[in-house]
């Protein structure tokens, strides 16, 4: 009976599109000597999922985990498992940077054996998600037979709880891939955008925005008609982008894109960066210049004079050679900014956003000479602006450190002392544009002008706005930067614990079972039974939330849908909420680890299992998040739902469910 069960849920993980599994494996064998081998296992991804690499900071979603048994000391383990390159990327939910992989990962692991018995089993624990679902903690079981291989890969497909893929086809034993790479234009246009606006602000430095018109002028007081200045100052302005990219190509070159990839979390790269922008920023500040050596721009002026094509170019080599002193900082910032991205074009492309801005001016000017007379005269507001430039790049600056101190996991620069320094830092920057503090290149203030008071306002509010964050306000508008949440001494403000059941109201009584989720006091059960029971006291309907702790959408849901008025008050007055975890990893009682329905001849281990194998067979689907709203009875009072951002349709299925309760 239980295998025609088996079969008949086989057959329904095929014709049910509700059901999300989106990884498959294969396990291969490579003979490295009569006692050697390597362990290869493949993971077949769907496109647009992806599955989370081994090693994840803490607070982020469930990594991929491989678990030997060996409890006979049949072999050793030679070394870690180890992974592919994969992708990494900042997820603004666990607000950590995560790497995962997409279409195809490798994992391997090296084994030496040390008894006659050469057979290897174990499971592998993994988690994936879409945009709008992920699965609960599945494990994949593998054994290997080592007495037959030889020194050829032999290679075994499991498909064990998984769905075929379209882009899988099987040819002699083997499965091949199409392996195509995940785009990247969103994160190089990104970078491509901020570099162009910083070559805007680096034309607004004093070593940069007085020779505009002082090119523009030597182009058409040199060329013989304004069609030819015109055509110079095309030419300065394409050679100040090749200029400029070829920089970016050098530091791609020299780095490498494995080099660029390991920047984001290598502890030692973002110490440098740190130490790098703290030098960039008191040098905006006045403290000192850098400056390249005077022979360069003797040599380079030289060159200059000798006309032509060669010689505008040179020109333009001797601007960037000049205006160092102001520009440097800014591309030294883009390159440590786009190299750390771990996209080896992304210091090109900035280079690339970044000349491009600096050289449009000089071309548009050439052909319209009479707009320079609308230009403002040079004077002190240049120097304020590099003074706001240089206070940017210290509160950048402390993002470096931050991502070091979360590798390193030390604590020193947890969530409130981040947010204190930058408190500081755009605080005084604040006090500086009102005129409070005068700086070394500063010219004597005489009245505040209306576009720096502006902009001191603006800089002020930004700073009032990110005091709350000190007591666990999550600070969305700069949630990139900051350490995360849980990355700090109080999580959720003063009040709360770290494990999210305290509050700051106050309830004459919370029902057995339940607890208030921080940080709007919901009250919410874990327990199926206890809930429902809880309904039936109270005559409410029920909210099952099939969730995980790991689950990026699930934490969407609750921090963008969840804290609107119109639900938030339902779900606090009109449903008990029950949230069923299903990566809930504390061990069931004993007398609740019955057979699994899903896995005949296995037995639930876990809570989380528990609930994961209720919403498979019940709902027909498996992944996070799902809402199910029922009456009483257990019947569904409106089709359940998933992942759903829209406000006003999660609102509607809400009250559409409640009104079928209420009749």
């Known amino acids: 009976m239980k295998y025609l069960l088996a079969i008949f849920l086989f057959i329904t993980a095929f014709t049910n599109a509700q059901i999300y599994n989106p990884v498959s494996w294969k396990t291969s064998t490579e003979k490295i000597s009569e006692k050697e081998f390597n362990l290869i296992f493949t993971a077949n991804i769907e496109e647009g999922s992806h599955l989370y690499a081994q090693k994840i900071p803490e607070g982020g979603p469930i990594p991929t985990s491989f678990n030997f048994k060996n409890k006979e000391g049949n072999y050793e383990l030679i070394g870690e498992v180890s992974e592919s390159k994969g992708h990494e990327a900042f997820d603004d939910v666990f607000e950590i940077k995560i790497k995962y992989f997409e279409n195809t990962a490798i994992f391997k692991q090296k084994i030496k054996i040390l008894k006659a018995k050469k057979t290897v089993t174990g499971y592998i624990e993994f988690m994936a998600c879409d945009d709008t679902r992920c699965t609960p903690p599945t494990e994949f079981e593998f054994s290997f037979d080592l007495q037959k291989v030889d020194s050829k890969v032999e290679d075994k497909i499991f498909l064990q709880n998984t769905i075929p893929i379209k882009t899988e086809k099987i040819n002699k034993g083997e499965i091949i891939f199409d392996k195509k790479e995940p785009s990247s234009k969103k994160g190089l246009l990104t970078i491509f955008i901020i570099a162009f606006f910083s070559g805007f602000a680096a034309l607004l430095t004093p070593c940069v925005f007085p020779m505009i018109p002082m090119t523009v002028s030597f182009f058409t007081k ?17 050679s100040i982008i090749v200029i400029y990219v070829v920089l970016g190509l050098i530091v791609s070159a020299v780095f490498g894109a494995d080099a660029l990839n390991a920047l984001a979390t290598n502890v030692w790269f973002n110490i440098i960066f740190f130490l790098l922008l703290i030098v960039f920023g008191i040098s905006f500040l006045g403290a000192f210049e850098i400056t390249l050596p005077s022979s360069w721009g003797t040599k380079i002026d030289a060159q200059a004079d000798r006309g032509g094509i060669i010689g505008i170019f040179f020109m333009a080599l001797a ?10 900082p800014i591309v030294g910032t883009l390159l440590v900014e786009a190299a750390s991205g ?11 956003g970044f000349s491009l801005a600096i050289a449009l001016p000089f071309a548009l000017f050439a052909a319209f000479p009479g707009w320079l007379n609308s230009l403002p005269k040079s004077g002190s507001w240049l120097n304020t602006v590099k003074v ?15 991502n ?19 408190i500081a830092i755009f605080g005084t920057l604040a006090f500086y544009l009102f005129g409070k503090i005068q700086l ?16 001191g306002l603006l800089v002020l509010s930004f700073t009032i706005y990110m005091i709350p964050g000190l007591w666990g306000a ?37 029902p057995e079972g339940a607890h208030l989720m921080a940080p709007h006091d919901i009250l919410a059960f874990n327990d199926y039974d206890k809930g429902l029971a809880y309904a039936k006291k109270v005559n409410k309907p029920v909210m099952i939330d099939f969730t995980g702790k790991a689950c990026v959408n699930c934490r969407k849901m609750e921090q963008n849908v969840w804290v609107k008025d119109k639900i938030l008050q339902m779900i606090k007055n009109e449903i008990i909420l029950i949230s069923l975890y299903v990566d809930d990893k504390r061990p069931l009682p004993e007398n609740e680890r019955v057979d699994s329905k899903l896995k005949p001849g296995k037995k639930l281990k876990y809570i989380g299992q528990k609930w994961s194998e209720m919403q498979t067979v019940k709902y027909k689907t498996n ?15 409106i089709k359940p739902v998933g992942y759903t951002p829209n406000v006003d349709e999660y609102y509607n299925w809400m009250k559409e469910g409640i009104s079928s309760f209420k009749k």
């Open 222 to 238: 040199q060329s013989k008609n304004k069609a030819a200045g015109i055509k110079n100052a095309i030419i300065y302005g394409l």
């Open 319 to 328: 601007l960037a050679i000049v205006s160092f002193s102001c520009t440097g």
């Open 342 to 352: 771990g996209n080896q074009i992304g210091p090109i492309v900035g280079m690339f």
């Open 388 to 402: 706001v430039l240089g206070f940017l790049e210290l509160a950048l600056a402390f993002k470096f450190l931050s």
């Open 404 to 422: 070091a101190d979360l590798v390193l996991e030390l604590h020193w620069l947890e969530r409130e002392v981040f947010i204190a320094i930058w």
């Open 440 to 455: 070394p290149h500063d010219s004597p203030l005489t009245h505040i002008s209306v576009g720096r008071l502006s902009l």
């Open 474 to 510: 999550p600070l969305n508008l700069i949630s990139a930067f900051p350490p995360p949440l849980h990355y700090s001494e109080s999580p959720y403000g003063v009040g709360f614990s770290k494990l999210g059941g305290g509050s700051t109201t106050n309830y004459s009584e919370i």
């Open 623 to 637: 992944a996070q998040p799902f809402y199910v709203l029922m009456d009483l009875d257990e019947n569904n009072l």
